[in-house]
T-cell receptor, first 114, second 111 residues
Framework: NAGVTQTPKFRILKIGQSMTLQCAQD?????MYWYRQDPGMGLKLIYY???????DKGEVPNGYNVSRSTTEDFPLRLELAAPSQTSVYFC?????????????FGQGTRLTVV | DQQVKQNSPSLSVQEGRISILNCDYT??????FLWYKKYPAEGPTFLIS?????DKNEDGRFTVFLNKSAKHLSLHIVPSQPGDSAVYFC??????????FGPGTRLSVLP
């Protein structure tokens, strides 16, 4: 059982470039999330999805886009990368069936924009 | 406006002693609270949770206490071990809403 898998683990982008961070989960979870963590800070929600075809903005969505065409995958797209997007990105999923439950996180993607 | 606060950025304790990590929240609609542990270069891993209908939940060396009237929860680790050295995040949610995380507390357990 792989859980939540993120690729790539590391990436360096030049200002203005674009990229997609991949996230896949094999737990059949409805809810999926993208967070970013800046040094010394907590996790801030970028986007989330409550099921295939449904996405919504979190606290810090500017500069990002998401899609959710399947239950398993929730890619995060960065358009026109900026230095302010240098961060560690975490994808997570949760079941949310029948009550509260925890979120499971991937290993993270460390992104540097230069 | 930080809805979940962890006012101690760091904490050091001796091996074998108790570690107490604190968390405060402002949103009275939160009804589920979680603690996550994070090692460097890894994703956060779930540690323990508590529902708002309880005031205590215990799992081995880890106990979480919830004081709803004070909007305060704490994580107790007894006895502390060097492998417990990590960043601990407090998180909260309201059923059907998203997880809101605190800024984290770095725990160092000294041998």
């Amino acid at each position: 059982n792989a859980g939540v898998t993120q690729t790539p683990k590391f990436r360096i982008l030049k200002i203005g470039q674009s990229m997609t961070l991949q996230c896949a989960q094999d737990m059949n979870h409805n809810y999926m999330y993208w967070y970013r963590q800046d040094p010394g800070m907590g996790l801030k929600l970028i986007y989330y999805s409550v099921g295939a075809g449904i996405t919504d903005k979190g606290e810090v969505p500017n500069g990002y886009n998401v899609s959710r065409s399947t239950t398993e995958d929730f890619p995060l797209r960065l358009e026109l990368a900026a230095p302010s997007q240098t961060s560690v990105y975490f994808c997570a999923s949760s079941g949310r069936t029948g009550g509260n439950t925890e979120a499971f996180f991937g290993q993270g993607t460390r992104l540097t924009v230069v | 406006d930080q809805q979940v606060k962890q006012n101690s950025p760091s904490l050091s304790v001796q091996e074998g002693r108790i570690s107490i990590l604190n968390c405060d929240y402002t949103n009275s609609m939160f009804d589920y609270f979680l603690w996550y542990k994070k090692y460097p270069a890894e994703g956060p891993t779930f540690l323990i949770s508590i529902s708002s209908i309880k005031d205590k939940n215990e799992d081995g060396r880890f106990t979480v206490f919830l004081n709803k009237s004070a909007k305060h929860l704490s994580l107790h680790i007894v006895p502390s071990q060097p492998g417990d050295s990590a960043v601990y995040f407090c998180a909260a949610n309201n059923y059907g809403q998203n997880f809101v995380f605190g800024p984290g507390t770095r725990l160092s357990v000294l041998p």
